[in-house]
Structures are given as structure tokens and as C-alpha cells.
């Protein structure tokens, strides 16, 4: 049933007046007025199955008889009298959780959901007592392999179907259903599907209530408390999604192992944001570590040669200074605020002798998913919408842009060599060693975006944050930084210098 926000009921939730829109359940209804009533199988996002019944709610009546029905599937009426947490309901719950639990394994102690189970809350919220089954438990398949990506515990799955309805109503591969019955109901990959080409599959990881679907990458990595979210945004394209990114809290940094493991993106997670992406985001977002952990430049050279980035600064302002003609390669994955910062420090060039023009640093890779109707978009860069409103859109002809200059700034990825002109000499500004290696006489490390804080603006106009998880090493400095010192900003450089000395110490 569809909700019509323009006409409000008015109905009562334990005893207290509240307003439910048309066509909203009581579950949908009460959660609006900051009431949670429990729920497994119900997501704000997904269709009703009713299979759970966690959400029994009572329902007063005038005859003094009330009433029973789970809150997920019963729309709300005008005067209706629902209680959440009366003696009956709660003992129904209890009752439930009894049940849910019966063939559920004791496993909390090494599942990758704790701390994040539905489940294991709602047993000491709504039972907290043991086991009233004298029956042994129903075992299953312990490691069943869905996909490349996601491995199944049956033992752990409580049938509510959340990762079935996902297959079909949102990424629409229909790639996942039940077989079989009652307490030997297994989910299974359908046999007319193949869950491997599901690029939105890891949502259902997050969706299940329990611990019965395991990411294969993250499996034991880390215990839930031990690592902190970062809002961010994934660069992964135009779209923009808003994301979590997950890394160890410092206070639980290992001091024996590979130090490397503190400074690592342990996951990625969708950031509910309707105005963007919703609950989900693709496979890509998930696997942002493939991107931003690649080998990185930490160290400025002048003439291919490591320099210190002082005079690797100087080196870069000379050339700049002394071009007739230059050209600056923008980056498509940087920050609204970094561009703003080139924009101001080349202000007076740019209406001169230098022109900008916006590249892709990204192009989509062998077998990627170009785009979608869901979220994924064709343009592989988080903020190419940004650079543009600032530098306007040249067209994608870098090497024309480049014919005649002597001086090229080149921000990011995205350039072939051998677009440049022969003649010209070359001031990359790049963060992985693979930038570092291309052609420059002067290279200067950059921060990649889990080093600083910024915004994007997606293909829709909408800008989302992002912030810092990590603080840089070696020579790493911020590009806004490196605009002001290399065309006169003391002070900037002052700033840029000091940072790499921090990034040296740690
Ligand atoms: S695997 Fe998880 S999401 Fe899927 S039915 Fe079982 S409990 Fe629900
Ligand atoms: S759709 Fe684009 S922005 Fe969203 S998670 Fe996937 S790659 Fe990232
Ligand atoms: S949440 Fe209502 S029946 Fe499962």
C-alpha cells in the first residue's frame, strides 16, 4: 500500500497521541513517533513478508477484548489503541524468541555479526533467559558458498528472507531463494541465476538480521568494537554514495603485528542518504581498499630524483613562474574545496597565459559495470560535476588542450604521457607510485582522500562530505597546499612543509 504524507490519522501509541500517515503501518508509524517495535524479517526498504513475528503488537478494543497482529503488515486506523510493551505482547516476544532461537547455534563468541546482531540484542532485550528446548538443535551447512564474495551459515539463518527479497526487488538478479521446508529451510543461489553477477550482493551482508552471511574478504579480520566508522563518500563514481568507512580505532592499534593493519580500510558501509543512494551501495563501494591501498608515492622528486619537497616546491613555483604557455590537467576526484584552492592560487594565470581543463582520472576497468538504473553511473570520478562548474567543460581532448605549452600541470590520474608535448616540462601531482614513475621533473606527493576532509558534488548536484581517517606519511601533502606554495604562498608553504615533517616523524 502506497503512503500518502498529505493526509495524517491520528491514533494512540502506549497511551501517548500520535500521527501516522495514510497507508503507513503501525511498525512504519510508530518508529516515525520514536517508538522501536522489534523486527527481523521487516526493512524499511524491502517488501512485507510477516514471517518473523517479532513485531506482535496489541491492540486495545472498546469491548475490553484486544487484540494481536504483527506490526509490519497492519496499517494504521484512526482512534486505534496499539501498545508495544504491554504484559501480553512482551511475553509473546519472549515467546518468539524462544522459538527464532531454537536451532540457532550459541556462536556469538566467534561470528563476525556481534556487535552488530539484531539477534543477540534482542535476546537479552526481549528473552535473556536459556534454551526451554530439551531437543537437540538442528544442524546445517556451517560454510556454504553463495558466491565469490559471501558465504552462507545455515545454522545461523533465521528464514527471514531479507537477502531473497533483496535478489528481487532491488538489484533484480532474482539471484537467491529457499528450498525446502520448516526448520530444514535453506537459502540457496537459484539455479536460473549466478549471484557472482550481482554487483550490489554485499548489501545483503548488511541486511541480515544474524551473522549468516559473511563478507569471504572481511571473514575474521576484526571484531565490530574494535574498528570506528568515518563518513565519507565513495569516489568509486558520479554517483557519490554515502558510505562508512571502518578502520581500527587507535586505542585498540596492534603493536605487535604488521603496523600497516592500523592504517587499513577494514570495511566499507552504505550510509542510508535518500537524497543519494539510499540504504545499498554497489560492490565497488565495498572493495574502495582496491583503490586508495595501492602502492603509494611517498617522497617528492625534482628531475626523477627524491628530493626534499622544499626544494622540489621551489623547483615547481620556478616553472610555473616562467611558462609561456601553461596548461593544468584538473583532477576529477578532487574536493570542491581543493578546486576552489587552484582556482584562487591560479586566478590571475588562468585568465592569461594558462588554461585548465578537466580530465577523467578514471575510466570504467575490463569487465566493471558501466552504469545502471540503480545507482551505478558511466563517469568513474566522485566529483568531475564540481571540477567543471569552476573550469567549465573544454571538451575531453587533452592532448589538443596541450599542443604548444611549455609548462604542465598535471593533477591526478588520467594522462598519457604521450600526450604531452615533447618539449614540455612536466609538475605531476600524484599519490601513488604509479604517478611517481610517469613522466615529471618535478613529482610532489598528494593526500588521498582518507587523508583529508572535503565535498563532492555528484552527478546530481548533491554535495556530500567526506572526512579524514588517517593522517598522511613520508612527504604526503594536501594539493590545496601545494596551488598556494608553488605560485608564492609562503605561508602555504610553510603549512605543506610542516605536514610532510609530521608525515616523516610518524
Ligand atoms: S541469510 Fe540472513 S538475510 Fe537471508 S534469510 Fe537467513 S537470516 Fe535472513
Ligand atoms: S554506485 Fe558508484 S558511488 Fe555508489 S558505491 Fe558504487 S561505485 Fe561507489
Ligand atoms: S518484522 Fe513483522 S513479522 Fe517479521
Same mark, same amino acid.
Given at each position: 500500500m502506497s503512503i500518502d504524507p498529505t493526509v495524517t490519522i491520528d491514533f494512540f501509541i502506549n497511551g501517548q497521541p500520535a500521527t501516522a500517515f495514510d497507508g503507513e503501518t503501525v511498525i512504519q508509524a510508530a518508529r516515525r513517533a520514536g517508538v522501536t517495535v522489534p523486527h527481523f524479517c521487516?526493512?524499511?526498504?524491502l517488501s512485507v513478508p510477516?514471517?518473523?513475528?517479532?513485531c506482535m503488537v496489541e491492540v486495545e478494543s472498546d469491548n475490553g477484548d484486544p487484540w494481536f497482529d504483527i506490526g509490519c503488515n497492519m496499517p494504521v486506523t484512526a482512534g486505534m489503541r496499539v501498545l508495544t510493551e504491554s504484559d501480553t505482547v512482551k511475553k509473546l516476544r519472549m515467546d518468539t524468541m524462544q522459538f527464532i532461537t531454537?536451532?540457532?547455534?550459541?556462536?556469538c563468541g566467534i561470528?563476525?555479526?556481534? &556487535?552488530?546482531?539484531l539477534l543477540q540484542d534482542y535476546h537479552y532485550e526481549h528473552n535473556g533467559k536459556?534454551? +526451554?528446548?530439551i531437543d537437540r538443535k538442528n544442524h546445517a551447512t556451517k560454510?556454504?558458498?553463495?558466491s565469490d564474495r559471501i558465504m552462507l551459515d545455515n545454522e545461523r539463518?533465521?528464514?527471514?528472507?531479507r537477502c531473497v527479497r533483496f535478489t528481487h526487488?532491488?538489484?533484480?538478479?532474482?539471484a537467491l531463494g529457499a528450498v525446502y521446508r520448516g526448520d530444514h529451510s535453506l537459502i540457496r543461489p537459484a539455479e536460473?541465476?549466478?549471484?557472482?553477477?550481482?554487483?550490489?550482493?554485499?548489501n545483503v551482508i548488511d541486511i541480515?538480521?544474524?551473522?549468516?552471511?559473511?563478507?569471504r574478504e572481511q571473514l575474521?579480520?576484526?571484531?565490530?568494537?574494535?574498528t570506528q566508522a568515518t563518513p565519507s563518500t565513495c569516489?568509486?563514481?558520479?554517483? &557519490?554514495c554515502s558510505i562508512n568507512v571502518w578502520h581500527r580505532k587507535p586505542e585498540w592499534?596492534?603493536?605487535? +603485528?604488521?603496523?600497516?593493519l592500523n592504517v587499513r580500510v577494514e570495511r566499507v558501509t552504505p550510509i542510508d542518504n535518500p537524497d543519494v543512494n539510499g540504504p545499498w551501495i554497489c560492490n565497488k563501494g565495498r572493495d574502495l581498499a582496491k583503490i586508495w591501498e595501492r602502492e603509494r608515492a611517498t617522497e617528492a622528486t625534482v628531475g626523477g630524483v627524491p628530493s626534499v619537497l622544499e626544494a622540489a616546491l621551489d623547483r615547481a613555483a620556478g616553472l610555473i613562474a616562467g611558462a609561456k604557455k601553461g596548461v593544468v590537467l584538473v583532477?576529477?576526484?578532487?574536493?570542491n574545496e581543493e578546486l576552489e584552492a587552484l582556482r584562487s592560487a591560479f586566478a590571475d594565470r588562468l585568465s592569461s597565459n594558462w588554461s585548465a581543463r578537466v580530465k577523467f582520472d578514471h575510466v570504467p576497468q575490463p569487465g566493471?559495470?558501466?552504469?545502471?538504473?540503480?545507482l551505478i553511473t558511466?563517469?568513474?570520478?566522485?566529483n568531475r560535476r564540481g571540477a567543471l562548474a569552476l573550469f567549465?567543460?573544454?571538451?575531453?581532448?587533452l592532448a589538443g588542450a596541450m599542443l604548444g605549452a611549455d609548462v604542465v600541470l598535471v593533477w591526478g590520474e588520467?594522462?598519457?604521457?604521450?600526450?604531452?608535448?615533447?618539449g614540455a616540462q612536466v609538475v605531476r601531482l600524484g599519490s601513488y607510485a604509479q604517478d611517481a614513475a610517469a613522466r615529471s621533473d618535478v613529482f610532489v606527493p598528494i593526500s588521498i582522500q582518507t587523508e583529508r576532509s572535503g565535498h563532492y558534488t555528484n552527478v546530481n548536484g548533491v554535495i556530500t562530505a567526506f572526512a579524514a581517517c588517517f593522517a598522511p606519511k613520508g612527504s604526503v601533502v594536501h594539493a590545496a597546499d601545494v596551488f598556494a606554495a608553488i605560485t608564492g604562498n609562503r605561508k602555504a608553504q610553510q603549512r605543506a612543509l610542516t605536514m610532510a615533517a609530521a608525515g616523516a616523524a610518524t
Open positions: 521487516w526493512h524499511p526498504n510477516g514471517n518473523c513475528r517479532i531454537l536451532n540457532h547455534p550459541v556462536d561470528c563476525n555479526k556481534s &556487535g552488530e546482531c536459556p534454551s +526451554l528446548s560454510f556454504y558458498p553463495l539463518c533465521i528464514m527471514c528472507t526487488e532491488v538489484s533484480k538478479t532474482g536460473d541465476a549466478n549471484f557472482n553477477e550481482d554487483v550490489y550482493s554485499d541480515c538480521p544474524v551473522g549468516a552471511l559473511l563478507s575474521d579480520h576484526s571484531r565490530v568494537w574494535y569516489p568509486g563514481c558520479s554517483r &557519490g592499534a596492534l603493536k605487535a +603485528l604488521d603496523p600497516t583532477s576529477s576526484w578532487a574536493s566493471e559495470t558501466v552504469e545502471d538504473d540503480i558511466s563517469d568513474k570520478n566522485p567549465g567543460d573544454a571538451g575531453t581532448d588520467g594522462v598519457n604521457d604521450a600526450d604531452i608535448p615533447a
